[in-house]
């Protein structure tokens, strides 16, 4: 286990510059999530760390140690692949204690090793077989498995999950939390699904074209973020992101509707007034107004989408579609007039040119 201390980080390829000067520090034992949307630079940096890729720029410390000049196998860190990366002519036993007989460790310690992770992972039943006659869910234990008796200062994971179906996934999830409980182990994982990253960080680090948007823990970023960027890659359905304008009289909405602030929010935004902004608010926080007063605005409804508990329910602020999670049974059907409440303790507005989230 160890500490991981990055600075300065640049990597490019040929004229494409892909990692725009990365800085983060990851405690020991802490389970960091890199997300961010495709191509946005998480794999570099990954296979970076690992040694798999040269840094251009900056200097990659583990455990104290600069290891920019280090092989990726004196690293001391093992990585997890999507696509698990298995030999086909090994049997399992064989594939998870590759690592060691290849550093010539004795044979009962490998086998014993074997043994362990294997219980761990819940595939001591499969040792025999090849990775071939496995589901896709076995195979990618079996590649962890690889991983974990290499006892390695820091797991790197590359989205070892996105080949598998919605099912397994959320139990493979689970299973990766688990198992960073039980090892203590430095982790880092890459993931571009915003649920895998919320349920698994202690901290997100949400990347953007190369850089870091931003960090914080999964519910920091959640109910704090600080750009228009990252309030839309968490939360599922996403934010919702109306045009309009502050005015003394409150937010005015492009069809003239206005949502009237409590004096203490007019007051924050004071310094915006008679300017452009955009009104972001999650599903969860807009609801069917209890009453006539308890309503801000009015609506007609578009789409209903039952889900279950939930039903999500979209209708029109001027041009723009919003949605509102509602409770199933009191959903509404197209074309009923509804009246909106919005939890007014959590709306954020957004600076339009900049992206920039209002007083964060
Ligand atoms: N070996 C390479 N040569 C040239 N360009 C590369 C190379 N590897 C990656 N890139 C480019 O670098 C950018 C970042 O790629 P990277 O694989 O790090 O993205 P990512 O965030 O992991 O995306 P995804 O979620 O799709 O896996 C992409 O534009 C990609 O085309
Ligand atoms: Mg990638």
């Not at 405690?27 to 570099?44: H, Q, R």
């Not at 990954?46 to 092989?71: P, Y």
């Not at 493979?172 to 649920?195: C, F, N, P, W």
Request: glycine share 8%.
């Amino acid at each position: 286990m160890a500490h991981v201390n990055i600075k300065g980080l640049h990597k490019h390829f040929g004229a494409v510059h892909v990692v725009k000067g990365i800085d983060l520090a990851i405690a020991d034992g802490e389970f960091t999530v890199l997300v961010g949307p495709s191509g946005c630079g998480k794999s570099t940096l990954l296979r970076t760390i690992a040694g798999l890729e040269q840094a251009n720029e900056g200097t990659i410390e583990i455990g104290g140690k600069v290891v920019n000049d280090m092989r990726p196998r004196d690293r001391d860190v093992a990585m997890v692949f999507q696509d698990y990366a298995l030999y086909p002519h090994m049997t399992v036993a064989q594939n998870i204690g590759f690592g060691l007989r290849a550093r010539n460790f004795p044979k009962p310690e490998i086998e014993a090793s074997v043994k362990r992770a294997a219980k761990m992972l819940n595939i001591e039943q499969y040792l025999d077989r090849l990775p071939r006659q496995l589901s896709g869910g076995q195979r990618q234990r079996v590649a962890i498995g690889r991983a974990i008796v290499r006892n390695p200062q820091i797991f790197l994971f590359d989205e070892p999950l996105s080949n598998l179906d919605a099912q397994l996934r959320d139990e493979m999830r689970s299973e990766i939390k688990r198992l960073h409980q039980e090892l203590g182990a430095t982790m880092i994982y890459v993931t571009h699904d915003q649920i895998e990253a919320m349920t698994l960080a202690d901290r997100i680090v949400l990347m953007n074209a190369g850089q870091i948007e931003q960090s914080g823990s999964p519910l920091d970023l959640y109910e704090k973020p600080k750009t228009r960027f990252v309030a839309g890659f968490l939360g599922s359905p996403k934010i919702n992101f109306v045009k309009a304008r502050l005015e003394p009289s409150g937010i005015v909405f492009a069809d003239g509707q206005t949502l009237r602030l409590p004096a203490a929010e007019s007051r924050r935004y004071g310094a915006h007034l008679g300017k452009p902004v955009v009104f972001a608010i999650r599903p969860q926080h807009i609801d069917r107004a209890a009453d006539a007063k308890a309503a801000h605005i009015a609506s007609t409804i578009d789409l209903v989408q039952p889900t279950g508990a939930r039903t999500y329910v979209t209708f029109a602020i001027g041009q723009e579609p919003v949605m509102a999670e509602l409770d199933a049974h009191d959903a509404g059907k197209p074309g009923d007039r509804i009246a909106i409440a919005f939890d007014l303790a959590h709306f954020i507005l957004i600076e339009p040119d900049s992206g920039k989230v209002l007083g964060s």
